[in-house]
Structure formats: structure tokens, C-alpha cells
């Protein structure tokens, strides 16, 4: 009988304090079923850059409702899957033109590259708008002891 992955849900209020808690739940959750410390910091870098862009673009400002956004973890023995599920306005990440970086200093502008910093960290990425929801899945691939991926 094959045991089910380590999975963990995390729900989360979309505010920065509901963000600070999940991202230290899913860092306690990883390192404690023994995730490398390169994939813990991709997981990391995912939650903060895409709840952070839901926050700041996904909802109108006028909006005073409370949101709730989930992130569903689950390890696998190669790669740890990430489901971000959120209320926001339709957004579908794979439709983005690819962001290019400035050439200059000069050229460069604070923000815009969190979403670059997501395609380059994640294995995988596909997106559905389901029911009202945006549903953004991820991998990111496990590494050995020497930083091979597993």
C-alpha cells in the first residue's frame, strides 16, 4: 500500500501579516519532511512573489471585503507541487508577455520582475480559471546534497 505524500493546506488572509504566517508554515512544513534548503527558498520565493502580486493587482483598492487565498503543499520525491487558489480578477500568468530585463541601471524599474522570478524558479506552471477562482499550479524540482536535481 503506498503511503500519500506529506501535504499541508494552508489558508490565509490576503494581507501582508496572513502572508508572513503562511510562508513560514510552509517553511516549517518543508524542512520538517527533510526538503532541501534550495527548493525551500523557491517555494518561499513563489508564495511571497505570487500572493503578493494578488494582493497588490488582484483586488480593487476600494474593496473593503476581507479575501482568502489557499496554498496547498505537497512533497513529492521529486519535485513539491504548490496550488495557489484566490478570489482575485481573472489572471493567467501564462498569457504575460515574457518580461525582458533592462539592458541598464538606467532602464531598470522598481517591481515587474516577480513573475520572471517564478518562471525561472519553477519546474512547471499551468493555470485555470475555475468557479470564480484563480488556480495557479506549480513544481519545483527537489535537489540532492550536492544541488542535482533529484
Not at 512544513?29 to 520565493?45: I, P, R, Y
Not at 532602464?107 to 484563480?134: C, H, K, P, W
Amino acid at each position: 500500500m503506498a503511503t500519500a505524500a506529506p501535504s499541508l493546506l494552508i489558508p490565509m488572509t490576503a494581507d501582508i501579516g496572513g502572508l508572513e504566517i503562511a510562508r513560514l508554515q510552509a517553511r516549517q512544513f518543508l524542512e520538517n519532511n527533510a526538503v532541501d534548503e534550495h527548493t525551500v527558498a523557491g517555494v518561499e520565493l513563489i508564495i511571497e512573489e505570487a500572493v503578493t502580486n494578488t494582493m497588490r493587482y488582484g483586488y480593487e483598492v476600494t474593496d473593503a471585503e476581507e479575501h482568502q487565498v489557499e496554498i496547498d503543499l505537497q512533497i513529492e520525491p521529486h519535485e513539491v507541487r504548490l496550488l495557489i487558489v484566490d478570489d482575485a480578477k481573472p489572471f493567467d500568468p501564462m498569457d504575460t508577455d515574457a518580461i525582458l530585463l533592462p539592458e541598464t541601471l538606467d532602464d531598470a524599474q522598481v517591481g515587474g520582475l516577480g513573475l520572471l522570478m517564478i518562471r525561472n524558479t519553477a519546474s512547471s506552471m499551468a493555470y485555470e480559471r475555475r468557479d470564480g477562482f484563480n488556480r495557479f499550479q506549480l513544481t519545483v524540482a527537489r535537489r540532492d546534497a550536492d544541488g542535482n536535481p533529484l
